[in-house]
């Protein structure tokens, strides 16, 4: 099974919350909260498929982008190799998404049932926000 490459970002709001976006029932994981992001195309960095896919998907335009880790995870159909980027996001009046959204402190991120694999995600955004 081919591994596909995925961008995923932690977006931080000025108060230290995360925004979420509820997956539609039809997609992979339908109904579960997950991160922005996506696959990264050919020819893009991982930065810059952060960068579009967290435009595409919500509107924003992050500042302060960092790479806070990589992770693999086999779900029965796929092969998946995440990498997790936070950044800030001041202008929040240009927020458009088309999906359910919210914005959670990370203490409230675990509430909301996620997929799987964002079990170690979740684990590396702990781990950050120790340091
Ligand atoms: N965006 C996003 N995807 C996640 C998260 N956690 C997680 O396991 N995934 C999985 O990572 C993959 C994202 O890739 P994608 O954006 O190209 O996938 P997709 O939903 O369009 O699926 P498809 O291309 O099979 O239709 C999906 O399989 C999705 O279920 C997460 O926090 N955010």
Redesign the pocket.
Known sequence: MRT?T?A?IAPFDDKGNVLLLK?DSN???GGLW??????IESGETPKSAAKRELMEETGLTGSDWKLLGMHD?E?PD?K?S?LLFTCSCDKLDSLACESEHAWLTLDNLLELP?????VE?LNMLYTESNN
């Open positions: 596909r995925i995923l997956r997609q992979h994981c997950s991160f922005p992001g996506g696959k995870f779900y796929r998946l995440f996620m997929p799987e694999a964002n995600l």
